[in-house]
């Protein structure tokens, strides 16, 4: 089940890392890691049309406050010290067949804090909230090159099981306004 997950880094630290459901007062520093996670992703390859089509539409702060009052949906936040580094989200999806499968949509840690355990604290709870939903797996994004990406969902047990291939025909999209 999703709770609060802890891990100091070393005993000499005083930082701690953890994670935790997220809230209506955590909208706002939801909404501001979604822009710079936006940011960084949309100038990859494959990221402007993920900003186009998987990512969330605007305005964020709806988005996000619809997605964790959702009870198909969970969204957490990482923090170091109780201060918000990073996010994600995770929604059920029900297949044809009847079975559940995990999405996650969002997981994000911010730059300085990468590297440090918030991602899997994270990452822990999204996973814990798919199995307690009885899911048969789950999915998650990674945009072709972003190698940092694809390496933690490997760490956490991911493996592709689809490739999508896109052909341009035009210009790419413009971003959101």
């Known amino acids: 089940m999703v709770g609060t997950r802890s891990s100091a880094r070393s005993l000499s630290s005083p930082d701690v890392e953890a994670s935790r459901l997220a809230g209506e007062h955590d909208i706002a520093r939801i909404v501001e890691l979604a822009h710079v996670m936006r940011a960084e992703l949309s100038v990859m390859k494959g990221g402007a049309i993920w900003l186009q ?59 300085p804090a990468r590297e440090v355990g918030i991602g899997e604290a994270i990452m822990d709870d999204l996973i814990a909230f798919c199995t307690h939903r009885d899911c048969i797996g789950i999915d998650g994004l990674a945009l072709p090159g972003h190698r940092a990406t694809k390496n933690f ?6 493996t592709a099981r689809m490739l999508t291939m896109h052909h341009r025909l035009g210009a790419m999209p413009a971003p959101e306004s």
């Open 53 to 111: 089509r998987e990512a969330w539409p605007e305005p964020l702060d709806g988005a996000y406050r619809t997605l964790i009052e959702r009870d198909d949906a969970l969204v957490v936040v990482g923090t170091i010290d109780g201060y918000v580094l990073g996010f994600g989200a995770a929604v059920i999806e029900s297949l044809r067949s009847g079975d559940r499968l995990g999405v996650v949509t969002d997981l994000f840690v911010e730059e």
């Open 153 to 158: 969902f490997e760490e956490h047990h991911f």
